[in-house]
């Protein structure tokens, strides 16, 4: 087989070699999977304005996300089960994430436990993404363990009162392979464990019984009341749910629709950005998942105003491809081809993207018909 030269190849590569099972899990979405389409297909509709004759023969990507330094704004997304995709799971993951020099977000449903995680790489960056459990001592000890564990935020994620309807999952009654488990509980706690569902999902029958589906803004701030960490709210879309998370005073908001996962129909998170970035205007930072799959993908929403991107199933196919080295070869390759678009744009460092260096298409058509 040839090198892989894009995420695409990685994709492909992952899709003939994984087991249905395991494949329909990491690559679907919600219902008829429209978003998971459109999140895509957002990057597409917009353009690149470069500018021309500007001194790009040294180009800087490094920055610091909630203080601290990464090497560029690729981040990676916290995704479920990791070991279906690899039997070094999320500890390959985070060797790759350390050895260049980015932020991980491990996921609560992770199939290595969250301190195996921290020790396989070092003092490299990690936040912890935490579900609110209905057993409020369960989320408690999981805070503690991922501050305790050297985990640098809290990621919560807000859009998953209940799970979103994946049809694949259910038509295959998705289950985790029997020797893997939900590593950060004991194997004697309910929430360690899925069971296979008559109609639906282990997953979303687990989910179902186990996650608050009474989360509000309130809980948001409990769950501040357990950490000195900074709080970080994932799933948000609209400028007025990115107010009500600047109130609470978080610290960081991710732009997302869960991958598409959960609510379909929704707008890609492309889309949504713009107007979480002018609601909040600074008072926290803005991070955006969904969609990325090239350089120019990230680019494109840095210019919109995100600080840095979160990658989701790209990291996957590369954890697939080759473990920690595959990882490691996806975010290498999404950082070069984000140094050339750069380049070709005329902009040396992360400042000089602005927002007049895209336009959406719809613009052009305007044009066209003014004419």
């Not at 597409?44 to 790009?56: A, E, F, G, H, Q």
């Not at 491990?106 to 993404?129: H, I, K, N, P, Y």
């Not at 029997?178 to 008559?198: C, D, I, M, W, Y």
């Not at 920690?324 to 070069?336: I, K, M, Q, T, W």
């Amino acid at each position: 087989m040839d090198p892989p030269l894009c995420v695409a190849d990685f994709e492909r590569h992952a899709g003939a070699v994984l087991a249905k099972n395991a494949w329909d899990y990491y690559s679907s979405g919600a219902n008829q999977q429209q978003t998971l389409k459109d999140n895509v297909d957002a990057f597409k509709s917009y353009r690149i304005r470069p500018r021309m004759l500007r001194d790009v023969s040294h180009v800087d990507t490094a920055l610091k996300v909630l203080g601290e330094e990464v090497a560029f704004p690729i981040c990676v997304a916290p995704t479920a089960l990791q070991c279906m995709a690899h039997p070094d799971g999320e500890k390959a993951t985070a060797r790759a994430c350390a050895k260049v020099k980015t932020c991980m977000t491990l996921s609560s449903w992770s199939t290595t436990s969250l301190e195996d995680v921290a020790s396989s790489s070092g003092s490299g960056l990690r936040w912890f993404q935490l579900y609110v459990y209905r057993d409020k001592e369960l989320t408690r000890r999981l805070v503690t363990r991922a501050q305790s564990a050297g985990y640098k935020a809290i990621v919560v994620t807000v859009d998953t009162p209940i799970l979103g309807r994946r049809l694949a999952d259910a038509r295959n009654r998705f289950t985790l392979p029997p020797h893997l488990s939900l590593a950060n509980f004991k194997q004697t706690e309910t929430a360690a464990k899925l069971v296979t569902g008559r109609q639906e999902s282990g997953l979303f029958q687990y989910t179902a019984s186990l996650i608050d589906p009474s989360l509000t803004w309130e809980s948001v701030r409990w769950v501040q009341s357990l950490t000195s960490l900074p709080i970080v709210i994932k799933g948000i879309l609209t400028a007025e749910d990115a107010l009500e998370a600047v109130k609470c005073g978080v610290q960081g908001i991710i732009v997302s629709n869960h991958g598409a996962r959960q609510l379909d129909g929704v707008l890609p998170t492309l889309y949504a950005l713009s107007e979480v970035v002018a609601a909040v205007n600074g008072h926290a930072e803005i991070y955006l998942d969904g969609g990325i799959r090239e350089g120019t993908d990230v680019l494109k929403a840095l210019a919109l105003g995100a600080k840095v991107v979160f990658v989701g199933r790209p990291i996957l196919w590369g954890l697939v491809h080759n473990g920690s080295d595959g990882v490691e070869a996806v975010l290498r390759l999404l950082h070069d081809e984000l140094r050339l678009a750069m380049m070709l744009s005329g902009c040396a460092k992360l400042s000089d993207i602005t927002p007049n260096m895209v336009v959406h298409e719809s613009h052009y058509r305007m044009m066209k018909a003014n004419l």
